[in-house]
């Protein structure tokens, strides 16, 4: 049962994809343009670390096949990845595709054989924070280009250990 906080998931149909896929960019486009908003001055650092050319692992959700989110993720260790582009157009929010997109993304990357996702979001983003967290994932040090800064917040979550 679902309270008035936690709406019922939306019916999305999850396509796997890459990021030449037309929607997935139209996507991110729109996502640049509110963090361009939300981080201000910030902006333009961050997106130095968001360039989309060469992703092999893009997920786009689609409700009445109209783009509504994406997600994406690149290699980062041996053993892990980053998720990377997450976001759910405004319109679309609360009805849990966010959460869809990123199990999706988790489930292929263990297919790929990872172990474990890392990401980076903002202070500026709390919804982002709450979803991570819902999703088990866990503030870590800060790591690479994003050590040493305020305003990033650097999470992990490390799947089930499989069996050797």
């Known amino acids: ?22 929607d997935f960019q139209a996507l991110v486009r729109l996502l640049d343009q509110e963090l361009a908003i939300r981080d201000g001055a910030d902006h333009t650092f961050y997106a130095q670390f968001n360039k989309i050319d060469q992703i092999r692992h893009v997920i786009v959700a689609y409700a009445e096949n109209e783009p509504v989110g994406c997600g994406a993720f690149k290699p980062f260790a041996d053993g892990a990845v980053e998720i990377k582009r997450m976001f759910v157009r405004p319109e679309q929010r609360g009805q849990r595709i966010a959460e869809q997109i990123l199990a999706a993304l988790e489930t292929w990357a263990g297919e790929v054989g990872a172990v474990s996702c890392v990401l980076e979001t903002g ?24 050590a040493g800064l305020d305003n990033s917040i650097c999470m992990q979550k490390t799947f089930a250990e499989q069996s050797a």
């Open 123 to 146: 202070q500026k983003q709390p919804e982002a924070i709450r979803l991570y967290q819902r999703s088990g994932y866990e503030r870590i040090p800060n790591y690479g280009q994003y």
């Open 1 to 22: 049962m679902f309270s008035k906080d936690s709406p019922e998931p939306a019916m999305i149909t999850l396509v796997r994809t890459a990021s030449s896929h037309q």
